[in-house]
């Protein structure tokens, strides 16, 4: 089983829908979690961090997290043809010896059309 | 402007030719990590750094080393690049590796022919 499971898409949405992205990580001391945007080519912007359980809000975006499913899931509200991008969700447990690692699911394609 | 910055951005070499690519935060930052990105297997872990001379291996050390003599640099070194370490590369830093958001360099695509 791979540490974080994202389905690699890609998902269409019209533009003006609801886009809903999925992760599921299988480190059950994982206690942050980010979800980047990554245009073809370009570097990850992180658009999200979240830490406890339920949602949290940032404009159009909504993160959930259900620690005791180990799912974090990202909304884009009103989706908009520029949020066509790469979403990555990242998991950020704590390693051997207090060390820490953040890894990456393969990402989610998301297309939005016009 | 607070940024992390790697150079060069993009970079063709010969098999067997070492090299280095450098990468730079202003940020104060503790944690600064390089990852490969190939298609279909995401962002791959090659080495992180905690602090100044504590460096560590992520999930695809074989072939790089690296260093941290200085707080703000992270230089990655390819001793004897092979054709398989064709890849786009991104240096991260964060403010403390537990717990805060990793900022990404704009990357360097590296070919070896």
């Known amino acids: 089983q791979k540490e974080v499971e994202q389905n690699s898409g890609p998902l269409s949405v019209p533009e003006g829908a609801i886009a809903s992205l999925n992760c599921t990580y299988s480190?059950?001391?994982?206690?942050?979690f980010f979800w980047y945007r990554q245009y073809s080519g370009k570097s990850p912007e992180l658009i999200m961090s979240?830490?406890?359980?339920g949602d949290k809000e940032d404009g159009r975006f909504t993160a959930q997290l259900n620690k005791a499913s180990q799912y974090v899931s990202l909304l884009i509200r009103d989706s908009q043809p520029s949020d066509s991008a790469t979403y990555l969700c990242?998991?950020?447990?704590?390693?051997?010896?207090?060390?820490?690692?953040?890894?990456f699911g393969t990402g989610t394609r998301l297309k939005v059309l016009a | 402007e607070a940024q992390v910055t790697q150079n060069p951005r993009y970079l063709i070499t010969v098999t067997g030719k070492k090299l280095t690519v450098t990468c730079s935060q202003n940020?104060?930052?503790?944690?600064m990590s390089w990852y490969r990105q190939d298609p279909g297997l995401g962002l791959r872990q090659i080495y992180y750094?905690?602090?100044?001379?504590?460096?560590d291996k992520g999930d695809v050390p074989e072939g790089y080393k690296v260093s941290r003599k200085e707080k703000r640099n992270f230089p990655l070194i390819l001793e004897s690049p092979s054709p398989n370490q064709t890849s786009l590369y991104f240096c991260?830093?964060?403010?403390?590796?537990?717990?805060?958001?990793?900022?990404f360099g704009n990357g360097t695509r590296l070919t070896v022919t």
């Open positions: 991260a830093s964060s403010l403390s590796g537990g717990g805060s958001p990793l900022h």
């Open positions: 480190d059950r001391v994982s206690q942050s």
């Open positions: 979240i830490y406890s359980n």
């Open positions: 990242a998991v950020n447990p704590v390693g051997g010896s207090g060390t820490y690692k953040y890894i």
């Open positions: 940020m104060n930052h503790e944690y």
């Open positions: 750094s905690m602090n100044v001379e504590v460096t």
